[in-house]
């Protein structure tokens, strides 16, 4: 089954995790990490939290484009595409709609606050990832996530969930996923 899966939540809520674990079901699964678009830039790019915000927005949204491109052209080549990244609000159905592929799926991984907290002490104890600092915190980052249609897409409570079970769950539930 070609097609588009996003991926989202707060950090450290196991999108990488689980988005590759479910591209791996797929006979012909690729992962795409949204992230990795900005880090291929060596030099000059603003990050959320920087001082220059339209150059942040733009910057945000060449991410969002280069990633809803990338899996377009995978799924158009025969590839389920399952992107993963922090995008969240209006900017879900902004990247929504840079998708031509279908069928396309939202998946909004939305563990608790408590579970994002412990998850995120584990990866900074195990791999030395941070991701709360300088005020920013999980309670913070599930605002952001809130602030996503909650009508759009499945949303699921992971807190309780090893990565294999959400992924079961995922595919159980997709078409509950669809968006387009």
């Given at each position: 089954?070609?097609?588009v899966w996003l991926i989202t939540g707060a950090q450290a809520s196991g999108k990488t995790?689980?988005?590759?674990?479910?591209?791996?079901?797929?006979?012909?699964g690729v992962h795409v990490q949204g992230g990795q678009f900005y880090r291929w830039a060596?030099?000059?790019?603003?990050?959320?939290?920087?001082?220059?915000?339209?150059?942040?927005?733009?910057?945000?949204?060449?991410?969002?484009?280069?990633?809803?491109?990338?899996?377009?052209?995978?799924?158009?080549?025969?590839?389920?595409?399952?992107?993963?990244?922090?995008?969240?609000?209006?900017?879900?159905?902004?990247?929504?709609?840079?998708?031509?592929?279908?069928?396309?799926?939202?998946?909004?991984?939305?563990?608790?606050?408590?579970?994002?907290?412990?998850?995120?002490?584990?990866?900074?104890?195990?791999?030395?990832?941070?991701?709360?600092?300088?005020?920013?915190?999980?309670?913070?980052?599930?605002?952001?996530?809130?602030?996503?249609?909650?009508?759009?897409?499945?949303?699921?409570?992971?807190?309780?969930?090893?990565?294999?079970?959400?992924?079961?769950?995922?595919?159980?539930?997709?078409?509950?996923?669809?968006?387009?």
């Amino acid at each position: 089954m070609a097609g588009v899966w996003l991926i989202t939540g707060a950090q450290a809520s196991g999108k990488t995790t689980i988005a590759d674990a479910l591209a791996r079901r797929f006979e012909r699964g690729v992962h795409v990490q949204g992230g990795q678009f900005y880090r291929w830039a060596v030099r000059g790019w603003v990050h959320v939290g920087d001082e220059d915000e339209a150059e942040v927005r733009r910057h945000l949204d060449l991410r969002y484009e280069l990633s809803a491109a990338a899996a377009d052209r995978y799924a158009a080549a025969g590839f389920t595409a399952v992107v993963q990244d922090n995008i969240y609000g209006p900017d879900v159905e902004r990247w929504l709609a840079r998708i031509e592929a279908t069928p396309t799926h939202l998946v909004v991984l939305r563990p608790s606050v408590e579970a994002v907290t412990a998850r995120d002490a584990e990866r900074q104890r195990t791999r030395g990832k941070v991701a709360y600092r300088g005020g920013f915190t999980p309670a913070i980052n599930d605002l952001h996530v809130a602030g996503t249609r909650r009508d759009l897409g499945l949303w699921l409570d992971t807190s309780e969930q090893s990565p294999e079970e959400s992924v079961d769950e995922i595919l159980r539930r997709a078409d509950e996923a669809i968006v387009v």
